[in-house]
């Protein structure tokens, strides 16, 4: 049994996975990268909660960014107050008890 355990990936840690298989050079316009994901989500929470890479991106209040890791750095607070926004209400932490 060399099965290894499904990893749920969230946050900045699923945009990463998505951005090392996306044509997607730095620096980088903020407007380029809504532009790239168009209506794509991004779940920020491992119940499988989602936003849009768009509303992500309008969070930060920037207009460019330097590098991947630069997006990345701008993008976790944005996806952690969403985690906890979500984790910190009933039905998130009725979820949060639910195996599937």
């Given amino acids: 049994m060399d099965e290894e355990p499904d990893v749920v990936e969230f946050g900045i840690a699923a945009l990463g996975a998505r951005l090392a298989d996306a044509d ?3 620096p980088a316009r903020a407007a380029e990268l809504r532009e790239h994901f ?3 989500t ?3 929470d491992a119940a499988g909660n989602e936003m849009p ?3 992500a991106l ?3 209040d920037r207009e460019s960014f330097d590098s991947k890791d630069d997006l990345l750095n701008a993008l976790h607070p ?3 107050r969403k985690r906890q926004a979500a984790s910190s209400s009933i039905l998130g932490q ?3 008890l639910v195996p599937f």
Wanted: charged share 25%.
């Fill in 38 to 40: 168009g209506d794509a």
């Fill in 24 to 26: 997607v050079g730095f």
């Fill in 53 to 55: 890479v768009a509303e």
């Fill in 42 to 44: 991004v779940p920020y």
């Fill in 58 to 60: 309008a969070e930060t």
């Fill in 94 to 96: 009725l979820r949060g």
């Fill in 78 to 80: 944005v996806f952690e």
